[in-house]
């Protein structure tokens, strides 16, 4: 039932269509398709103009995981002149957050119960920021799921007999589904329904912890990942790093480390604290930093002092 080659002839009288009114106008593929030469196929010169790239967002907290995909895929769409679409998170699986927040980072994207293995949200939440600054760091497009920008985790807790995804009923009451990702998004921390309704009815009930990462509180935070993500793509328009080109650097096996232009990014994930290279200067940082080091779970962009 899945990447049916039959669904090619389909797009292309979709892109016909498309291609037919005046102005600009895209296709975005939302393909669930790990082979990254699979997935270019949908990727086309007269098929979509972009596919989501699953195949990261479903990638474990691994350097060498993370430097396998972004090498695989960007190659098969340069292949059929597409550029890459990056995401982390979207309203189908368990909020990045939460997702790297588990025992095994990144391992799963199901939603989770309050049966299930509950993920330390504060440590999601960096390794959660410095996986956002490393994504919005690459060459391509950057699709962002609302609330990821407040460092929103899943409602991993919700009540079962509040849930309203059908994925729960359909299996019998097994698979919590994906209610989690889908709560509304906090506003203002003191107003009904976190500011998301007058009457401060919810079609799905808030957890207390999203008081504290409302978007009137994190607008006047420093530090906090709304300003950090509103930096982020300040930074990636002024250097231009969607048009970019990628280019590794070597820099030891916990680390990504690449250079877009003018801007030099490295990630460690999970490795020990790392010095920082020489005649650089701090563009940005996921975390604060200390002195000249790079700490674990953390992303800093780069450029020439």
């Known amino acids: 039932m899945w990447d049916q080659d039959g669904v090619h002839d389909v797009y292309r009288r979709w892109r016909r ?13 939302e393909a669930w398709v790990a082979d990254p030469q699979r997935l270019a196929l949908y990727l086309r010169p007269d098929e979509m103009h972009t596919a989501f790239n699953f195949q990261f967002l479903d990638s474990h907290w691994d350097a060498a995981a993370y430097r396998e995909v972004i090498a695989s895929t960007m190659a098969a769409d340069e292949a059929v002149g597409a550029p890459t679409t990056w995401v982390l998170s979207n309203h189908d699986v368990l909020r990045h957050v939460s997702r790297l927040g588990l025992a095994d980072p990144g391992s799963s994207h199901e939603g989770l119960g309050a049966g299930d293995e509950q993920p330390d949200n504060v440590l999601g939440l960096r390794r959660a920021r410095a996986a956002t600054l490393m994504m919005l760091a690459l060459p391509g497009s950057a699709y962002l799921y609302q609330g990821e920008e407040l460092g929103l985790p899943d409602h991993t807790t919700l009540p079962d007999d509040l849930r309203q995804d059908p994925a729960w009923f359909r299996s019998d009451f097994t698979k919590p589904g994906r209610d989690g990702c889908r709560v509304p998004m906090p506003w203002a921390a003191e107003e009904p329904g976190l500011g998301f309704s007058p009457t401060g009815k919810t079609w799905l ?13 994190q607008e006047v935070a420093p530090g906090s990942t709304l300003s950090m993500y509103r930096a982020a793509l300040a930074l990636r328009r002024e250097h231009s790093l969607g048009s970019g080109e990628l280019e590794w650097v070597e820099d030891g096996e916990s680390v990504v480390a690449f250079d877009n232009g003018p801007v030099r990014v490295l990630t460690n994930v999970l490795g020990a604290p790392v010095e920082l290279p020489e005649g650089y200067e701090v563009l940005l940082s996921s975390v604060p930093l200390r002195g000249h080091v790079l700490p674990t779970d953390t992303t800093v962009w780069l450029t020439r002092a």
Do not use: T
Request: net charge negative; aromatic share 8%; charged share 25%.
């Open 205 to 217: 009930p808030q957890p207390e912890s999203y008081r504290a990462l409302a978007v009137d509180g």
């Open 17 to 29: 269509v498309l291609d037919s009114y005046d102005g600009d106008r895209s296709l975005v593929a």
